[in-house]
């Protein structure tokens, strides 16, 4: 019952490429690292989140298209 | 209604109408395959877990201090819309499969075929439940997240609220999937919207001062779009190749 609860969350959380939660979580403490030191940092989220979106993409894109529909 | 307010009511009120959608494809898949008794019983049960979820998750989120809200809740926005969003370009690029109401109302009832008399019931309450319950949560992560970060949660649940009634409204005259609906260029939308919302408030609250405050909001929905535009080009053009 547990388990199917936490991989409830973790599906529901983290979906179907957890890559992307591990760098968002690393986008947003550098995010703070570079605001914490006093520079602009306002610039590096968006440059971020674009680079992660697009290496999802190429790895959800062929040849490994072949997984086809899922559930959502 | 100010900019932002106007940016929320329309993120809630597309997500909330892709995932009735989905919902109700299954629901009425179900209902007029087993009986619509123990469908619409499965749907009061998991209507009335999803309005304890946002009563009770609502006030929690808004006793946090603004900052940390504005981290916690960026930060899962922006997973979550990059998830959509992921979807959504390979969707549209050709590299996944759309998603197709009729398809998958035609795959809900086989399954509510198969199964035998004797289960009719606990089967029929189960999927409507289940269906309504997890789209639902979705909708209402976002509205409770959108609706705490901007102080206004009243609209964005109303903004849900009166999309699922729109969904309702028509799916119930129609009485049949509603495929004609465009699922994958709201969720595209959703997608970009739910990303823009994560950039700005998960930067935030890790400290940035936004050039322009509130107005590099609307930039940063344009170069979201922009850059998703390209992508799904990108797709697209591999996709070619790969067919040849």
């Known amino acids: 019952m547990i388990e199917r609860v936490a991989r409830g969350v973790w599906e529901f959380v983290v979906g179907d490429d957890w890559q992307i939660a591990l760098w968002v979580v690393a986008t947003i403490a550098t995010t703070a690292a570079i605001a914490a030191v006093g520079w602009p940092a306002w610039w590096f989220a968006p440059a971020a989140t674009l680079v992660i979106l697009r290496d999802s993409v190429r790895r959800g894109s062929p040849p490994s298209s072949a997984e086809g529909a899922e559930s959502d | 209604m100010s900019g932002a307010e106007i940016s929320l009511a329309i993120s809630v009120f597309l997500a909330s109408a892709v995932e009735a959608v989905e919902a109700f494809t299954i629901v009425l898949a179900v209902g007029s395959t087993r009986g619509w008794s123990s469908a619409y019983r499965g749907v009061a049960a998991a209507s009335l877990l999803l309005a304890c979820v946002v ?147 998960g930067a935030e609250g890790a400290g940035v001062t936004w050039p322009g405050e509130e107005a590099a909001l609307g930039l940063l929905v344009g170069l979201v779009l922009l850059a998703s535009w390209l992508m799904v080009h990108e797709v697209r053009s591999a996709e070619g190749e790969v067919g040849r």
């Open chain 2, 55 to 201: 009563g009770i998750l609502g006030p929690a989120l808004t006793v946090l201090p603004i900052g940390a809200l504005r981290l916690l809740v960026g930060s899962l926005l922006l997973i979550f819309g990059l998830q959509w969003l992921r979807k959504a370009i390979l969707r549209a690029g050709g590299a996944k499969a759309l998603h197709d109401e009729a398809a998958i109302y035609e795959q809900e009832v086989a399954a509510a075929a198969s199964i035998g008399e004797e289960r009719l019931d606990s089967y029929a309450f189960a999927i409507a439940f289940k269906a309504v319950l997890l789209e639902g949560l979705e909708v209402a992560f976002i509205v409770v997240t959108l609706g705490a970060n901007q102080d206004n949660v009243p609209l964005a649940a109303a903004a849900g609220a009166l999309a699922v009634l729109c969904v309702l409204t028509v799916g119930l005259a129609a009485r049949a999937p509603l495929a004609r609906v465009p699922e994958n260029a709201m969720k595209f939308a959703v997608g970009v919207l739910l990303t823009s919302f994560g950039i700005f408030w």
